[in-house]
């Protein structure tokens, strides 16, 4: 029986909520993280420098209804948006999807909020969804994002060289990470005792 296609929805934990992205978020979501050209370094748009630039980059999320399932991050003891994440690049057939599109205000850097949101998305994935392959990617300079990724449990698989162009021209060579069904048990584990440390 194929996987089910993911489709909004609101997943709740103890330090953040992960909610279905709508235009009113983008105000919040501006004060976290727009203007901040180290948090938009390595996304594949320009740093939006005002509201509407980043309601514009929202908007266009929220239209690419067949490619995206995006929500945004609710910090839960501000009850802020201190940023977004998304499903994507699914096939229920073939029972994979991947996280991918992410971006956290700096405030959320080294705290809860990317595990718990990851370890949200990864129960629904797997757990409600049925899916047996999840993906990451990002770029291979952006060792940050790397890094966080390995700590999830994903394995990295290789590199895709010259993959994608940058805003600014350049190229970026795109490193890929997965994790299986089979090994989403000891990486939930691992998830649910580094929560708990602290």
């Known amino acids: ?6 489709s909004p ?11 279905p992205l709508t235009l009113d978020h983008v105000p ?21 420098r005002t509201e509407d630039e980043l309601r514009a980059v929202a908007a266009g999320l929220l239209a690419a209804t067949d490619s995206y399932v995006p929500f945004a991050v609710i910090d839960l003891a501000s009850g802020r948006a201190v940023g977004w994440t998304t ?3 699914w096939d229920a057939r073939d ?9 956290y205000g700096r405030s959320a850097w080294r705290t809860a909020v990317n595990t718990e ?3 949200l998305l990864l129960t629904h994935a797997f757990e409600d969804l049925g899916i047996g ?18 700590r999830l449990g994903a394995q990295p698989e290789g590199v895709h060289r010259r993959h994608r162009v940058r805003p600014d021209g350049s190229w ?27």
């Open 133 to 150: 392959r999840v993906q990451w990617k990002t770029d291979h300079l952006n060792l940050r994002s790397q890094n966080a990724i390995a």
């Open 172 to 198: 970026r060579d795109t490193v890929y990470f997965s994790m299986l069904a089979d090994e989403w048990p000891t990486a939930r584990a691992r998830l649910t005792a580094r929560l708990a440390e602290g």
């Open 87 to 89: 499903l994507m690049d």
């Open 117 to 119: 949101s990851k370890l």
């Open 95 to 103: 029972e994979r999807l991947e996280i991918g599109w992410t971006w």
């Open 9 to 19: 929805i609101t997943l709740t934990g103890r330090h953040v909520r992960l909610e």
């Open 28 to 48: 919040e979501l501006f004060a976290a993280g727009g203007d901040d050209d180290e948090v938009w370094r390595w996304l594949g748009v320009w740093t939006p």
């Open 1 to 6: 029986m194929p996987a089910k296609t993911p």
